[in-house]
């Protein structure tokens, strides 16, 4: 019966879904993220995990079915996707394990490997493949769970509770705890780690101890607080709504739904001998804090609490999408194709200059992702770049193409590429004020350099040329 487990491990159809995990977990999952990759993991992983759990009951058909349940509980109950997570955590490292009811979807990949059991293939082969594919089998099941997820450290409420500052965060490793708390006791000057339980709802106003008319609150989606004076309510502390949007680029991170808000969203106030601390929960910028003396100060995020010296610089410079210059030469690569394209005129040039630009996009894609490379994606681009440049040289030369046409759309590429950097470059050294209206000038400028080269070509005097 043991051979027989050890042989179920070597039937073809394991094979390939051990293999399929694999590249699923490793390649395809960090390259495709979304519904199709995560359902194909559960799959494989249906396929392979019952063989492995009958090497330690020798019953298949009980394997079968403890996999299916498994499976059942953890995808559609909270405790069984916490109890996945600790185990693998326990076992491999940080893991997550989330449960989503649709993934049952997956179940019937169950019959499967129960096919597999019941259609061996000739013992000695089967069994010489099972001393590879175990321990292949056993990695590839146990990384599929693996995952190490890193979220942005936001300040979402602050409280004063036994006489102590505790502002409650969030962020940092998936393994960690999702929420936890830095104490301190002196004022800000010193924090420590702190488990406590928050308010489920930030405080968005407070009132100085035993001074009801003397009161602070924070000013929704901005880094602001406003203060109580002779029953009117006036600017305590600001930062401008184009400072706050350059702080929110400084803490992007890589994936949009990562994003937390840079804004105040809870306030506190601490009394003490001889005056009062005012405490504000900016998000992701970390804290403002109000001194005894009434002078404010942003707080950013340390390796324990909050230090003056970890806030970002108003006036460092602004912090645009790493993918901004690639995409700038891209965009300025096709225009100055478009403008060689008009005035070479030839369908096969056309055809080798898309050639030529889908190879650059795929060979940027394929060295730009979350793991060390696509190669699929960078040997797609190997072939594609060099025959799309010959065929255009050979084309070009083929139309008596002047070299007047040439510098022109050599130029237009040139001054494309810088057109839709400036406003970026402008915008990063604070000369414009928003990230939105860089964005926008970028892609007028853009369209402006590309048509004016494409213009100058189409205007080039000289005997027309048809498409050939």
């Not at 369209?447 to 004016?452: D, E, F, L």
């Not at 000289?462 to 498409?467: C, F, H, M, N, T």
Request: glycine share 8%.
């Amino acid at each position: 019966m043991r051979n027989s487990a050890l042989a179920w491990l070597g039937h073809p159809l394991t094979v390939i879904a051990v293999v399929l995990l694999l590249l699923n977990d490793h390649l395809f999952k960090p390259l495709w993220p979304g519904t199709v990759t995560g359902k194909l993991s559960d799959v494989a992983g249906l396929i392979v995990a019952p063989l492995l759990v009958n090497l330690f009951i020798c019953r298949p058909r009980v394997s079968v079915l403890l996999t299916g349940a498994a499976f059942t509980l953890v995808k559609t109950t909270a405790i069984g996707a916490a109890l996945a997570s600790e185990a693998w955590t326990l076992v491999w490292g940080p893991s997550q394990v989330l449960a989503d009811p649709t993934d049952l979807i997956a179940l019937p990949a169950l019959y499967v490997t129960w096919w597999t059991w019941n259609h061996p293939e000739a013992r000695a082969v089967r069994l010489a493949r099972a001393v590879v594919v175990i321990p292949v089998t056993v990695l590839a099941v146990a990384a599929t769970g693996q995952v190490e997820i890193v979220k942005p450290y936001s300040a979402y409420a602050v409280d004063v509770i036994d006489g102590m500052i505790v502002v409650a965060t969030r962020g940092g490793l998936s393994a960690g705890p999702a929420e936890r708390g830095y104490a301190s006791s002196d004022a800000g000057s010193s924090w420590l780690s702190w488990v406590v339980q928050v308010p489920p709802l930030p405080r968005t106003s407070a009132c100085v101890p035993g001074q009801p008319d003397r009161c602070y609150r924070i000013v929704p989606a901005k880094l602001k607080v406003e203060e109580s004076r002779n029953g009117q309510w006036v600017t305590a502390w600001e930062i401008s709504p184009s400072d706050q949007d350059r702080l929110a680029r400084a803490y992007a991170p890589e994936s949009p739904e990562d994003a937390e808000a840079v804004a105040s969203l809870g306030i506190a106030i601490q009394k003490l001998p001889g005056g009062y601390v005012v405490v504000v929960a900016n998000g992701a910028d970390g804290i403002a804090l109000r001194d005894i003396s009434g002078a404010w100060h942003r707080l950013g995020w340390a390796e324990k609490g909050f230090d003056s010296g970890s806030a970002v610089s108003l006036t460092a410079p602004g912090r645009y999408e790493d993918s901004v210059p690639m995409a700038a030469l891209l965009a300025a690569l096709a225009a100055g194709l478009v403008a060689l394209g008009c005035g070479v005129r030839r369908f096969g040039f056309a055809v080798a200059a898309l050639m030529l630009w889908v190879g650059v996009w795929s060979f940027y894609s394929g060295v730009n992702t979350p793991i060390l490379f696509n190669p699929f994606a960078v040997l797609f681009a190997i072939v594609l770049v060099p025959v799309g440049a010959t065929s255009m040289i050979v084309s070009a030369v083929r139309g008596a193409t002047r070299l007047r046409v040439w510098a022109i759309g050599t130029a237009t590429a040139a001054v494309a590429y810088y057109a839709i950097m400036t406003p970026f470059y402008a915008w990063s050294a604070g000369w414009l004020e928003y990230y939105s209206l860089a964005s926008g000038l970028s892609i007028a400028l853009g369209i402006a350099a590309a048509s004016a080269g494409t213009l100058a070509v189409i205007n080039l005097k000289g005997p027309q040329r048809g498409l050939s």
